[in-house]
């Protein structure tokens, strides 16, 4: 009787141990949205198609020309990240924050980026072919030279942003805010501009087209 006695006092806070221990190792997965090993993959490889990286921290990381193709990174914080030239084609951006973040030559065709922030990133020759910018914060971004066709800007904020020598083909502009905005030499054809067009957006050497359909 007394062995048992001391066997369950020996028995009892190891079983104790090992369940602390287990939760330990299962707890996290549900406190953080991304999946650990995706990130271990991008971290080491530089690659991840297709991965859940969402609400993960990724401020000022060196991820220039990763492959991130299709993949979750919504409410991502991409804060003065290094990602040129990386491909974040069809991956969802949304809420993600990009504020600074430097996508020069970055490909993000049909991305959703609803509602993320892209202050001061810069954009140049970034292909947004087809993306959704709606809600997107894009103050004093330079998108100059970039592939923004097709783009939804609905509701945007490119006040001081910089559209130079862009294409804007087929974009859609409904109540943007377009103030100190610049499009020199941008490419005008089938733009919807919904929004009203001040004195204080520079349009100098534009190519415009007529909408397919009207007269000439």
């Known amino acids: 009787m ?29 406190l953080w949205a991304y999946d650990q090993r995706d990130l271990g993959r991008l971290r080491n490889f530089g690659a991840c198609v297709e991965c859940n990286i969402s609400e993960a921290d990724l401020r ?26 990386a491909d974040l084609s069809g991956s969802n951006l949304r809420g993600a924050n990009l504020e600074q973040a430097d996508l020069q030559g970055a490909n993000l065709q049909g991305s959703n980026l609803e509602g993320a922030n892209l202050r001061g990133a810069n954009l ?39 559209l130079s020598k862009s294409d ?33 957006i520079e349009f100098r050497h534009c190519e415009l087209e007529p909408h397919r359909g009207s007269q000439r």
Request: a positive charge.
């Open 2 to 30: 007394h062995f048992l006695q001391q066997f369950r006092w020996v028995v009892l806070p190891l079983g104790f141990c090992w369940l602390i221990v287990g939760l330990g190792l299962i707890i996290p997965q549900f």
């Open 60 to 85: 000022m990381t060196k991820l220039n020309g990763a492959n991130l193709r299709s993949s979750d990174m919504a409410k991502t914080i991409f804060f003065s990240a290094n990602l040129q030239v």
């Open 124 to 162: 140049k020759r970034a292909n947004l072919r087809g993306a959704n910018l709606k809600g997107v914060k894009l103050f004093g971004a330079n998108m100059s030279e970039a592939d923004l066709s097709g783009v939804w800007f609905n509701t945007a904020d490119l006040q001081n942003a910089n």
């Open 168 to 200: 804007l083909s087929g974009s859609i502009f409904y109540s943007t805010r377009l103030r100190g905005a610049q499009f020199r030499g941008a490419y005008f054809c089938n733009t919807h501009f919904g929004t009203e067009v001040t004195p204080q």
